[in-house]
């Protein structure tokens, strides 16, 4: 969301960060179940907190880079990422603006969200909210791999994305969301897992605002 998978800019971590139980469905599913199962979840979840961990792998020297923080996200769009390691980063977004703050370097980096979605270069499916799923019908093609008790679903851009990528999902069928993602591309790999999962949690509208230390250089992006 390291933040900096695909080169250039900071960015968060990918988004499949959907959460997890870690129980499952003893069944056997089809994936119009799994679909059907995710789209009642979008109805019945209106906001998530969870711990992650990422670990990112670079195609170039296999070099993998462990990321680990807490995530909570609102719907429709707000989210705030407090990453623990390898650096400690602050991410917010109120659905309009997303902050970006290093305090390390006592810098904060300041875009809208729309912009710096366009610009990122990951899938907005991946963020939990960013996408339901009949839009994500649209855009990709989706295959059952595993219809077991934890289904793998495997999802790849139908058209028009300048990036080749194939994410995976572990679908808890009994909370209709996924346990682990895998976002898989020709330059880097990213396999993030989740767990202490609240659904739901008491809201806390303060979680998605941010308000720049006195002491840190706000950086307005794009850059000129």
């Given at each position: ?12 971590v ?47 020297g ?31 977004s ?24 366009r610009?990122?270069?990951?899938p ?19 295959v ?11 999802l ?11 994410l ?12 682990k ?10 396999m ?11 809201r806390?509208?303060?979680?998605f605002?941010?308000v720049p ?10 850059l000129?």
């Amino acid at each position: 969301m390291n933040f900096d998978l695909w080169g250039g800019k900071m960015r968060p971590v990918s988004l499949g960060l959907a959460a997890l139980s870690l129980c499952g469905s003893a069944r056997a599913v089809s994936l119009d179940a799994v679909l059907s199962r995710l789209e009642r979840a979008e109805k019945e979840i209106h906001s998530l907190r969870f711990d992650f961990a990422q670990t990112t792998t670079l195609a170039l020297g296999g070099r993998a880079v462990v990321s680990r923080g807490t995530a909570s996200f609102e719907r429709p769009n707000r989210f705030r990422l407090e990453m623990s390691s390898p650096e400690a980063q602050t991410i917010v977004s109120d659905g309009k603006v997303l902050w970006v703050y290093l305090p390390a370097r006592a810098q904060v980096l300041r875009d809208s969200m729309d912009n710096w979605t366009r610009s990122a270069g990951f899938p907005k499916g991946l963020t939990p909210f960013r996408m339901d799923v009949s839009e994500m019908k649209k855009k990709y093609r989706f295959v059952l791999e595993e219809d077991g008790p934890k289904p793998v679903l495997s999802l790849t851009p139908i058209e028009g994305e300048s990036l080749e990528y194939t994410l995976r999902l572990w679908v808890n069928m009994e909370t209709g969301l996924a346990e682990k993602t895998e976002l898989s591309s020709e330059n880097v790999t990213a396999m993030v897992t989740v767990e202490n999962v609240r659904v739901n949690p008491a809201r806390n509208p303060g979680a998605f605002r941010f308000v720049p230390p006195p002491d840190a250089n706000v950086m307005e992006l794009p850059l000129n």
